[in-house]
T-cell receptor
């Protein structure tokens, strides 16, 4: 059974702090890993992708992948109130199968 | 049109009725997908199409059908709606298969009574 698990939250951080979002997955043949941001009532938006072990940075966002531990994380530095959203972790197993976690709701308090 | 459009935005439907959700993209992406999103369950793949003329089943295909007559359009049909199909439906596309991530449409909120 392929599963992607996230803590549903809510995760609350003060403005300017680092938000840390975590995701574990249960299948070792996973190929690609993604983080999507979804504002309330809107559609998911791709914000990060990572394909190999280690860190990948893009602006205030850093994705971390550890395939041995089957663990993916997203760090948001200098969190802003506009970062308040639900963050979805996704894992693709082949070209036709991408599984999503249920999402972690993040609130950044001014 | 820019990106993916879906219609209708929302719909209330009586159980047993037939319903087609429309999806159109103007990015010339080969691959298109239909997901449903339910609270606590996340997004689940219903059907996909790697290219015009081909379709495949996802994780939760029962009760749904799709067609892909051309690159731009990927309609999802509920032949006889049931209350468990109440959900938010997202159409998505990709230009590199799933390796490149997905672009999502705005979604259709469907309520089956």
């Amino acid at each position: 059974q392929k599963e992607v698990e996230q803590n549903s939250g809510p995760l609350s951080v003060p403005e300017g702090a680092i938000a840390s979002l975590n995701c574990t997955y249960s299948d070792r043949v996973s190929q690609s890993f993604f983080w999507y941001r979804q504002y309330s009532g809107k559609s998911p938006e791709l914000i990060m992708s990572i394909y190999s072990n280690g860190d990948k940075e893009d602006g205030r966002f850093t994705a971390q992948l550890n395939k041995a531990s089957q663990y993916v994380s997203l760090l948001i530095r200098d969190s802003q109130p506009s970062d308040s959203a639900t963050y979805l972790c996704a894992v693709s197993y082949n070209n036709n199968d991408m599984r999503f976690g249920a999402g972690t709701r993040l609130t950044v308090k001014p | 049109i820019a990106g993916i459009t879906q219609a209708p935005t929302s719909q209330i439907l009586a159980a047993g009725r037939r319903m087609t959700l429309r999806c159109t993209q103007d990015m010339r992406h080969n691959a298109m997908y239909w997901y449903r999103q339910d609270l606590g369950l996340g997004l689940r793949l219903i059907h996909y199409s790697n290219t015009a003329g081909t379709t495949g089943k996802g994780e939760v295909p029962d009760g749904y059908s799709v067609s892909r007559a051309n690159t731009d359009d990927f309609p999802l049909t509920l032949a006889s709606a049931v209350p468990s199909q109440t959900s938010v439906y997202f159409c998505a596309s990709s230009d590199l298969g799933l390796a490149g991530g997905l672009y999502f449409g705005p979604g259709t909120r469907l309520t089956v009574l």
